[in-house]
């Protein structure tokens, strides 16, 4: 499977943004996950492809919306009311085969290549 992001930039905060990864085949689960600089890199969002289930952290829930089209293998995340502190890089990440566990990076084996998100204050 190869990963494909899109859809980072430079937003003030109280905006928006809206990612996007394109698999080019499918997958049990695809996931967002993000690193800001001299951190750890922390679970965002998952859907797992077959039911459309999704998944958040606490940090996100209530701001971020993740979908998916399911024609185009493609996962979206919806970020709205943007803070300084969702500055990070961004990384769409797969489970081939769902593990059991959504929220721990270890258990995804793809990984695309990033997109920076940067909130200024």
């Known amino acids: 499977v190869h990963l494909a992001e899109s859809g980072g930039g430079l937003v003030q905060a109280g905006g928006s943004l809206r990612l996007s990864c394109a698999a080019s085949?499918?997958?049990?689960?695809i996931g967002w996950f993000r690193q800001a600089p001299g951190k750890e890199r922390e679970f965002v969002s998952a859907?797992?492809?077959?039911?459309?289930?999704?998944y958040y952290s606490d940090s996100v829930k209530g701001r971020f919306t993740a979908s998916r089209d399911s024609a185009e293998n493609t996962l979206y995340l919806q970020m709205n009311s943007l803070k300084p502190e969702d500055t990070a890089r961004y990384f769409c990440?797969?489970?081939?085969?769902?593990?059991?566990?959504?929220?721990?990076?270890?258990?995804?084996?793809?990984w695309g290549q990033g997109t920076q998100v940067t909130v200024s204050s």
């Open positions: 990440a797969v489970q081939l085969t769902y593990s059991g566990r959504i929220r721990y990076a270890p258990d995804y084996s793809v």
């Open positions: 085949s499918s997958m049990s689960v």
């Open positions: 859907i797992t492809w077959n039911s459309g289930a999704t």
